[in-house]
């Protein structure tokens, strides 16, 4: 399984950018999909998750109201649309896929595999 992350970049305060992870794998349908990010000095935390069907969506409080994510199954293709961001957004966001049946979508230790991270940088 490979996971590859994209769409990270440069954005002023207010704006808006939309995440891509992109599977490989003819399971991705079946795969529950969660993001996380890492800031400069902090440990990793969770963003939002969706279940494989997409019927199911998660999100930190801290992101709830600005960010979605969602799914392409047919283009094995995860997304994070975030708007509204801050400055306390920037981060390496990362991609993960689960791929037992997990619940636990907002622990980083349900996840199997990892994407490469994408860096969004957020200026005041």
């Known amino acids: 399984v490979q996971l590859q992350a994209s769409g990270g970049g440069l954005v002023q305060a207010g704006g808006s950018l939309r995440l891509s992870c992109a599977a490989s794998?003819?399971?991705?349908?079946?795969?529950?999909m969660g993001w996380f990010r890492q800031a400069p000095g902090k440990e990793r935390e969770f963003v939002a998750a969706i279940s494989w069907s997409g019927g199911s969506t998660y999100y930190a409080d801290s992101v709830k109201g600005r960010f979605t994510t969602s799914r392409d199954n047919a283009k094995n293709t995860v997304y994070l649309q975030m708007s509204g961001l801050r400055p306390e957004d920037t981060a390496v966001y990362y991609c993960a896929a689960e791929i037992g049946g997990s619940r636990h979508l907002t622990w980083q230790r349900t996840y199997n595999y990892w994407g490469q991270g994408t860096l969004v940088t957020v200026s005041s």
């Open positions: 794998g003819r399971a991705f349908s079946r795969w529950s």
